[in-house]
């Protein structure tokens, strides 16, 4: 069983940053962060595996950057250049069910934290 318990969301102006991190219980290969924007549909963002493959969606390549600490069980999401595009709700996620090609945002993942919301103004 995994465990999932996003922390770190908040309000901040555009242009800002901010940090995002997931602790996590149980062992999976694969864990990412997806996200719902108001009036939209959950959309994954960024996802790693235990090997260090990393992928980001297109609409946070560049500004969005994803790490894992293996030794505090601990999945992080650095955001910077916030936009208020990115107002919505955060999830942790993780993956049980794939392998190495499964672990990308465009694939399921099986267990999720309770999200964290995050407020972009302008």
């Known amino acids: 069983q995994v465990h999932l318990a996003e922390s770190g969301g908040g309000s901040v102006q555009a242009g800002g940053s901010l940090t995002l991190s997931c602790a996590a219980s149980?062992?999976?290969?694969?864990l990412g962060w997806f996200r719902q924007l108001p009036g939209k549909e959950r959309e994954g963002i960024a996802t790693?595996?235990?090997?260090?493959?990393?992928e980001y969606a297109d609409s946070v390549k560049g500004r969005f950057t994803i790490s894992l600490d293996k030794a505090l069980h601990t999945l992080v999401l650095q955001m910077t250049s916030l936009e208020p595009e990115d107002t919505g709700t955060y999830y942790c996620?993780?993956?049980?069910?794939?392998?190495?090609?499964?672990?990308?945002?465009?694939?399921?993942?099986?267990?999720w934290g309770k999200g964290t919301n995050v407020s972009i103004s302008s």
């Open positions: 149980g062992y999976t290969y694969c």
């Open positions: 996620v993780a993956q049980t069910w794939g392998g190495t090609g499964y672990c990308r945002p465009r694939y399921g993942f099986d267990f």
């Open positions: 790693i595996d235990r090997d260090g493959r990393i």
